[in-house]
C-alpha cells in the first residue's frame, strides 16, 4: 500500500518532469528558423534561448604566419595554452592550441575549443607569451563566430 506522502511526492516528481520538458520543447519548437516566422520573431526567440542558456562552447582559429624569417612566435606550437577571461580579467576556461596539419607552406594553424564557458557579456582570449594581449569580444559574436586570430606577416 503506497502512504499518502508518497504517493504526493510522485506526482509532483510526475508533474515537474512534464512542466520542465514541456518548457524546453515549446521554446526549441518556437525557436526553430521556420520560414512562418517573421526575422523579429525569430529574433526574440533566440533571445529567450540566449538568456536561458548558462554555458556555451567558444571555439577557434590562431593562424601564424612566418613566410621568411621565423623569429618570435615560438610560444606558438602545439599544446600551448590558451585562457578565456571574463570582463574583469578573471579567468573562466583554459584550453591548448590544437596543430591543424592542413595549413599551408609558410604558415600554422592551431585551433582551440572551451567547453563548459560561463556565461559573460565579453570573453577575451588570450594565447602565447604575456606579451601578446588579450582580444576581447562580446558574448554572440564569441559563441556564433569564435575567435580567429592571424600574427605574423
Do not use: K
Not at 510522485?10 to 526553430?32: K, M, Q
Not at 542558456?53 to 567558444?58: A, C, D, E, G, K
Not at 604558415?107 to 563548459?116: H, I, L, M, N, Q
Request: aromatic share 8%.
Amino acid at each position: 500500500m503506497i502512504t499518502r506522502t508518497a504517493a504526493s511526492i510522485a506526482i509532483a516528481v510526475v508533474i515537474a518532469a512534464v512542466v520542465v520538458g514541456g518548457a524546453a520543447a515549446g521554446v526549441a519548437f518556437l525557436s526553430r528558423d521556420r520560414p512562418d516566422r517573421s526575422v523579429e520573431q525569430r529574433a526574440s526567440w533566440a533571445a529567450i534561448v540566449d538568456a536561458m542558456t548558462t554555458s556555451f562552447t567558444i571555439s577557434g582559429t590562431q593562424t601564424v604566419h612566418c613566410l621568411s624569417y621565423c623569429s618570435g612566435y615560438g610560444d606558438f606550437h602545439e599544446g600551448t595554452q590558451a585562457t578565456l577571461v571574463d570582463e574583469t580579467g578573471r579567468t573562466i576556461a583554459v584550453t591548448t592550441l590544437r596543430r591543424n596539419s592542413s595549413a599551408s607552406a609558410g604558415s600554422a594553424e592551431y585551433t582551440f575549443t572551451f567547453t563548459g564557458v560561463p556565461r559573460t557579456q565579453r570573453y577575451g582570449f588570450h594565447a602565447g607569451n604575456a606579451n601578446r594581449g588579450v582580444i576581447w569580444m562580446d558574448r554572440q559574436d564569441a559563441v556564433r563566430e569564435g575567435f580567429h586570430l592571424v600574427i605574423g606577416s
